[in-house]
């Protein structure tokens, strides 16, 4: 019998530059700072959510494919229109607001390296309409 799957312990994503990136995860999407073991390679680790992480690894040298239709994560969140009311006031680059043919609302940004991260609610959590027109300059 095989053991099962517990839950998403971790993202791992290569960056070019550890504290720019940092930066960009604790200031733009509020990720709290873990501790990390010492690797002989830079990174940094973050809270993502209850139980789950962030890291970060250092030295990037080759390009980042990633798009909100191809590699991207997706984090859950309570409020879609205080995010983006968030990312306008950091002025934050972003993709429009989408609704997924089953009615979930989606933003997509990029991190500094072009990982994209795509922040979404489930419609039954939101009471947000899906007709919210932004006011932010878009990445297409």
Aim: charged share 25%; proline share 6%.
């Amino acid at each position: 019998m095989k053991s099962r799957i517990r839950h998403l312990n971790h993202v791992a994503l290569h960056v070019a530059d550890v504290e720019r990136s940092g930066q960009f995860y604790q200031e733009v999407l509020g990720l709290q700072p873990l501790a990390r073991p010492s690797f002989s390679f830079p990174g940094a680790w973050f809270r993502l959510g209850d139980d789950q992480e962030l890291h970060l690894i250092g030295n990037r040298d080759r390009d980042v494919h990633s798009a909100s239709r191809g590699n991207h994560f997706a984090l859950l969140v309570e409020d879609l229109d205080a995010w983006e009311e968030e990312l306008q006031r950091l002025g934050v680059v972003y993709q429009p607001r989408q609704t997924r043919p089953d009615g979930a609302g989606q933003i997509f940004l990029a991190d500094p390296d072009g990982h994209f991260i795509e922040l979404c609610w489930a419609p039954t959590t939101q009471e947000s309409t899906t007709t919210h027109k932004p006011t932010h300059k878009s990445t297409t």
